[in-house]
C-alpha cells in the first residue's frame, strides 16, 4: 500500500502559474506509471499528464505546452507544473500511480483560476 499526498494547489489569475506535487508515504522503487486527472465541476475526470516509468510523457491537447509533468524518484514525488493557467483548467486535481492492476490515488488538490 502507498499513501499519497497532494499539495499545491490554490487560487490564481488567469495566466498565473501553480506546482502540484503527489508525494508518496514511504519510499518506493521506481516501478509506477504516473499520471495527473481533473474533474471540473458537473463534469467526467478525464486525463491531464502521465509520465511512464521510462520517462515518456503525454498530454491532454488543451494542456500542452502549458503544463509540464515530472518526477524526482529520490523524493518519492511526482510533479504537474501549470503555467498560462485558463479558467477552464479550475478542477479537483488528483495523482494516480500505477503497478500493474494497482491504482494509488491522491486525496485531490483544488486548482482555482479566475478571470
Known amino acids: 500500500q502507498v499513501q499519497l499526498v497532494e499539495s499545491g494547489g490554490g487560487s490564481v489569475q488567469s495566466g498565473g502559474s501553480l506546482t502540484l506535487s503527489c508525494a508518496a508515504s514511504?519510499?518506493?522503487?521506481?516501478?509506477?506509471?504516473q499520471s495527473w486527472y481533473r474533474r471540473a465541476p458537473g463534469q467526467e475526470r478525464v486525463l491531464v499528464a502521465s509520465?511512464?516509468?521510462?520517462?515518456?510523457?503525454n498530454y491532454l491537447d488543451s494542456v500542452k505546452g502549458r503544463f509540464t509533468i515530472s518526477r524526482d524518484n529520490a523524493k518519492n514525488t511526482v510533479y504537474l507544473q501549470m503555467n498560462s493557467l485558463k479558467p477552464e483548467d479550475t478542477a479537483m486535481y488528483y495523482c494516480?500511480?500505477?503497478?500493474?492492476?494497482?491504482?494509488?490515488w491522491g486525496q485531490g488538490t483544488q486548482v482555482t483560476v479566475s478571470s
Open positions: 514511504r519510499n518506493v522503487r521506481s516501478i509506477y506509471d
Open positions: 509520465i511512464t516509468t521510462g520517462g515518456d510523457t
Open positions: 494516480k500511480w500505477n503497478w500493474h492492476q494497482y491504482d494509488y
